[in-house]
């Protein structure tokens, strides 16, 4: 597929044609962005700005999108293109050619003439400008018309709108969960995916996630039956913290009890931050792991549900801390759905998800 986003300067087309091949990377299909302004500097030094030469630089263009085409590869062209005969060619000789033409009124580009092209055709200091000195004629039947004459409008919307008319593939995926966490440690990054889609992305995976976990609950549930006992309770073996046991001791406590220990689980929160695992015993003073192992499954979900349990009542400051890291236990939890087996894995797990859904409901606002 081909894409021309035609438009005068001003209008917008390359800032849309850039966040478009950005989305576009995660195709399984290859897509190469062609800037016409770039195109034009690498390659037509021997042409000028008259409408003969805009014409040439046009085919120049069209011919090497058709030759990227038969490669296999897809095109998303940012052009001015002011010739007719010139896109016609394109519908005739480029297998599924799509032209998308950005309307934008004239009095809005001068407004926004950053170069201050107009302001100089205007004035009569600078020729061959398009749309003052050489008349622009918008395409006779474009595929998508994209009015964009609103100032500082969310261009994604224009990109999405592009993507839906085309229906373009795109993998969307939430980035954080798709392997183990726990045997497979990854850096967290920042998503490509930004503001509403990647909290769709993100809320989609969650969902999934307890509905998973919802169903293999329910072949369970009659069999095995969540208590705590009493040997749970006793979480401090001589200078070690049980991290289960106190865990599980903080959820079933009142919330006068939990904050004594929150000097701990701000300790525990920062160890996690650096090792993203939660370990079965640590140093009590200190709060340093003293066991190398942290493949007991159910202490992430206790942890996730203890920092949920407090967060209510803490300052705005502390609670983007906490639920940095929820987000991330609750990562964990979703990277090792088909490890959760027992009961109370699963029980809690749920628990701890769908809280974390409540809480960030509140930012999607």
């Given at each position: 597929?081909?894409?021309?986003?035609?438009?005068?300067?001003?209008?917008?087309?390359?800032?849309?044609?850039?966040?478009?091949?950005?989305?576009?990377?995660?195709?399984?299909?290859?897509?190469?962005?062609?800037?016409?302004?770039?195109?034009?500097?690498?390659?037509?030094?021997?042409?000028?700005?008259?409408?003969?030469?805009?014409?040439?630089?046009?085919?120049?263009?069209?011919?090497?999108?058709?030759?990227?085409?038969?490669?296999?590869?897809?095109?998303?062209?940012?052009?001015?293109?002011?010739?007719?005969?010139n896109q016609k060619?394109?519908?005739?000789?480029?297998?599924?050619?799509k032209e998308v033409?950005?309307?934008?009124?004239?009095?809005?580009?001068?407004?926004?003439?950053?170069?201050?092209?107009?302001?100089?055709?205007?004035?009569?200091?600078?020729?061959?400008?398009?749309?003052?000195?050489?008349?622009?004629?918008?395409?006779?039947?474009?595929?998508?018309?994209?009015?964009?004459?609103?100032?500082?409008?969310?261009?994604?919307?224009?990109?999405?709108?592009?993507?839906?008319?085309?229906?373009?593939?795109?993998?969307?995926?939430?980035?954080?969960?798709?392997?183990?966490?726990?045997?497979?440690?990854?850096?967290?990054?920042?998503?490509?995916?930004?503001?509403?889609?990647?909290?769709?992305?993100?809320?989609?995976?969650?969902?999934?996630?307890?509905?998973?976990?919802?169903?293999?609950?329910?072949?369970?549930?009659?069999?095995?039956?969540?208590?705590?006992?009493?040997?749970?309770?006793?979480?401090?073996?001589?200078?070690?913290?049980?991290?289960?046991?106190?865990?599980?001791?903080?959820?079933?406590?009142?919330?006068?009890?939990?904050?004594?220990?929150?000097?701990?689980?701000?300790?525990?929160?920062?160890?996690?931050?650096?090792?993203?695992?939660?370990?079965?015993?640590?140093d009590l003073k200190?709060?340093?792991?003293?066991?190398?192992?942290?493949?007991?499954?159910?202490?992430?979900?206790?942890?996730?549900?203890?920092?949920?349990?407090?967060?209510?009542?803490?300052?705005?400051?502390?609670?983007?801390?906490?639920?940095?890291?929820?987000?991330?236990?609750?990562?964990?939890?979703?990277?090792?759905?088909?490890?959760?087996?027992?009961?109370?894995?699963?029980?809690?797990?749920?628990?701890?998800?769908?809280?974390?859904?409540?809480?960030?409901?509140?930012?999607?606002?």
């Amino acid at each position: 597929m081909v894409i021309w986003l035609i438009g005068l300067s001003g209008s917008g087309k390359t800032t849309i044609g850039k966040e478009l091949i950005n989305k576009l990377q995660y195709s399984k299909d290859k897509w190469f962005f062609l800037d016409g302004d770039i195109f034009r500097n690498i390659l037509n030094e021997d042409l000028g700005h008259t409408l003969d030469d805009r014409v040439k630089n046009g085919f120049r263009i069209s011919r090497f999108c058709e030759y990227l085409s038969n490669q296999g590869i897809n095109v998303v062209a940012c052009v001015l293109s002011v010739s007719h005969k010139n896109q016609k060619y394109n519908r005739k000789n480029i297998k599924n050619y799509k032209e998308v033409f950005i309307d934008v009124d004239f009095k809005n580009l001068i407004k926004r003439d950053n170069k201050e092209l107009y302001k100089k055709a205007l004035n009569g200091n600078l020729k061959n400008v398009v749309g003052v000195d050489i008349k622009f004629k918008p395409p006779y039947s474009p595929d998508l018309v994209i009015n964009n004459n609103i100032d500082n409008s969310d261009h994604m919307i224009n990109v999405e709108q592009i993507i839906s008319s085309f229906n373009l593939k795109i993998n969307k995926k939430y980035n954080y969960t798709p392997i183990n966490l726990l045997k497979n440690p990854q850096k967290y990054q920042y998503s490509k995916f930004e503001g509403k889609e990647f909290f769709k992305l993100y809320r989609e995976n969650r969902l999934f996630a307890l509905d998973f976990l919802k169903k293999r609950k329910k072949k369970i549930e009659n069999k095995y039956l969540s208590k705590f006992y009493e040997d749970e309770i006793i979480f401090i073996k001589g200078k070690n913290i049980i991290l289960k046991k106190f865990l599980t001791y903080l959820y079933i406590s009142d919330n006068n009890n939990i904050h004594k220990y929150k000097k701990i689980i701000d300790l525990l929160i920062k160890r996690f931050e650096v090792s993203k695992k939660l370990y079965l015993t640590y140093d009590l003073k200190k709060i340093t792991k003293t066991s190398i192992k942290f493949d007991e499954l159910l202490n992430y979900s206790l942890f996730s549900l203890v920092l949920l349990k407090l967060y209510p009542n803490l300052s705005d400051h502390e609670k983007m801390i906490y639920l940095n890291s929820i987000l991330k236990v609750n990562d964990i939890i979703v990277s090792i759905l088909n490890d959760l087996t027992l009961y109370k894995e699963i029980n809690y797990s749920i628990k701890a998800i769908s809280n974390e859904l409540i809480i960030t409901k509140q930012y999607l606002r």
